[in-house]
């Protein structure tokens, strides 16, 4: 309704195309009746002000509308639950490894086989079973204090590229100084590996070595050793399957901005279905849950606080059943399982506020993996929906528009503005305007005290309209008002909204078909004499 009476003081400043100087030429006592504006509007657009996103039809039959406020609380990437990050390992083989001992010479060629164990670290808490790589870099360095000729074939059982294990050779040839060096690096972009052992445990790969060491003639002095170095770098994964834990997912708290009460600061409402919906959409293989520790609205203006009781406090989510997919879980709070709902926007809060912990695997490990992939998300988000039936009264509306008027209004004795509303919606409105300076301190106010405005359709028994009420309100300026018309910059409109009876207790419903009619008028009578 407010959206009504910002249109109408919007068309205000357009008299001044009337040319007021001219109106008393060659008359006396001149009186004009000049129409103004005439315009329908409907539920769209008299709530498109403050709500153009949010009107939702909830009920294509009937056309039954709510009011819809949606938020997205949080989006948890696959990277936040499993985190490959850089890392290094090294391996020693002394000479006892390489089957050799302290010789003056040594001619000839040996040969030996070892292996070794590499832990693969990642976050805590998280177990790796398989990894499928689409990049990084494994960059293998070897080093010898042996003055013989080295070739070492590292070998990689547990990652394999099209099945076939990853395996590079290192050759140094001994030149006459020491410590030797080589180095190779590996890309493992489709790189599938398999961190068990054989399903004995997690995080861990095996290297074998096959070391041939060819004798230059050179001593063997009893300290050498041939040390292997490993680095992992920029890893990335496609997908992962595993243990991830028991992780934060990252949810604390949030608001949803109700745009409908940003001009209210006072009022009762009562709704009869409201729903809150918190929508999960979760491709992360593992099951979930939410912890709710606090829901409440929250009246800025105020700083009054609608604890919600009852509510389920836990909401388990479920995990997609095969990688790839994604899964869609929904808590809905409605009435039944959160008794005081009905009156959750009682004290016209500006907020909607929740808190809560979201934690992976809430039940501990379990016979089934989890999985993730790079593109999987954790994706919260929720919905107030309110569907327009209920009852509001003492709803207080405020708001101020910007005035400009130059023109000169000597020969102007009173103005009067008639406005005249059809209304075809369950509310009533009443208002009054005040008229302010540069520096917002009053100068006048048409309507000392509320007028009714605008008078409330009735309705049937389903609280449906079922006909419309006229009301024809006259507003005039008279002459001091009309000479402080120039000061005016801005007009305060204060409102108080009610639905029909509500103080009653009567229960009125909005539907799209609803409208209404503004015919605004204008009366000009000119000075007496010119």
């Given amino acids: 309704m407010l959206a009504l009476f910002l249109l109408a003081i919007g068309i205000l400043p357009a008299c001044k195309k009337l040319e007021f100087d001219k109106l008393a030429q060659n008359a006396w006592n001149p009186n004009l009746a000049i129409p103004l504006a005439h315009a329908n509007f409907g539920v769209y ?25 949606k938020g997205e609380v949080v989006s948890y990437d696959a990277q936040s639950i499993v985190q490959l990050n850089n890392q290094t390992a090294q391996s020693s083989l002394s000479l006892a490894d390489l089957n050799l001992v302290t010789l003056p010479a040594l001619n000839g060629t040996i040969s030996t086989n070892n292996s070794e164990n590499i832990a693969f670290n990642t ?12 990049g990084g870099m494994l960059n293998l360095a070897l080093s010898t204090t042996l003055q013989h000729d080295v070739t070492a074939v590292l070998t990689f059982p547990d990652l394999k590229l099209n099945n076939v294990p990853i395996s590079r050779t290192i050759n140094l040839t001994y030149t ?13 972009a489709n790189v599938i590996g ?14 074998t070595s096959q070391t041939t060491i060819t004798g230059t003639g050179q001593a063997v002095v009893g300290n050498e050793n041939i040390q292997i170095d490993f680095n992992l770098s920029n890893l990335a994964f496609e997908n992962v399957r ?24 006072t009022g009762y409402f009562e709704l009869i279905n409201p729903k809150v919906k918190f ?16 829901i409440k609205t929250i009246n800025i203006a105020t700083g009054q606080e609608f604890p919600l009781s009852g509510f389920p406090t836990v909401f388990d989510v479920n995990p997609p059943s095969v990688m790839g997919q994604t899964a869609t879980s929904t808590l809905e709070l409605n009435t039944t399982n959160t008794p005081n709902l ?75 503005f008639r406005i005249n509303v059809d209304n075809g919606f369950p509310v009533d409105f009443k208002t009054q305007l005040i008229f302010l300076d540069q520096n917002y301190s009053p100068l006048f106010t048409i309507f000392n005290t509320p007028e009714a405005v605008v008078q409330s359709a009735l309705v049937d028994n389903s609280g449906k309209v079922n006909q419309n009420r006229l009301k024809i309100t006259d507003a005039t300026l008279n002459e001091f008002q009309i000479s402080q018309l120039n000061q005016v910059k801005y007009v305060l409109i204060n409102g108080v909204a009610q639905s029909l009876d509500g103080t009653n207790g009567q229960i009125v419903k909005f539907y799209d078909s609803y409208r209404m009619s503004l015919k605004l008028g204008m009366q000009i009578q000119g000075k007496v004499g010119l």
């Fill in 279 to 294: 929508i999960v959409e979760n491709s992360f293989g593992f099951p979930s849950r939410i912890n709710f520790s606090e």
């Fill in 242 to 265: 595993g243990y991830f834990g028991q992780q934060d997912l990252g949810i604390s708290n949030d608001t949803i901005l109700m745009r409908i009460f940003e001009t209210a600061s």
């Fill in 176 to 188: 006459g100084e020491v410590p030797q060096s080589g180095s190779i690096s590996v890309d493992l």
């Fill in 342 to 416: 009905a009156t959750v926007i009682t004290p016209v809060p500006k907020y909607f506020y929740f808190a809560a912990t979201a934690q992976s695997n809430p039940g501990g490990q379990t016979a089934n993996l989890n999985f993730i992939e790079a593109d999987s998300k954790f994706r919260v988000r929720t919905e107030v929906e309110l569907p327009l039936e209920g009852l509001a009264y003492g709803f207080e509306l405020k708001d101020t528009v910007p005035f400009n008027f130059n023109e000169d209004v000597s020969a102007i004795e009173s103005v009067m």
């Fill in 194 to 207: 398999d961190f068990t052992l054989g399903n004995t445990t997690v995080n861990t790969f095996k290297v």
């Fill in 123 to 134: 976050n805590a808490g998280v177990e790796i079973h398989t990894v499928d790589f689409s």
């Fill in 45 to 69: 657009d008299i709530l498109a002000r403050q709500d153009s996103t949010d009107i939702v039809v909830i009920d294509n039959t009937t056309g039954a509308i709510a009011l819809v406020y």
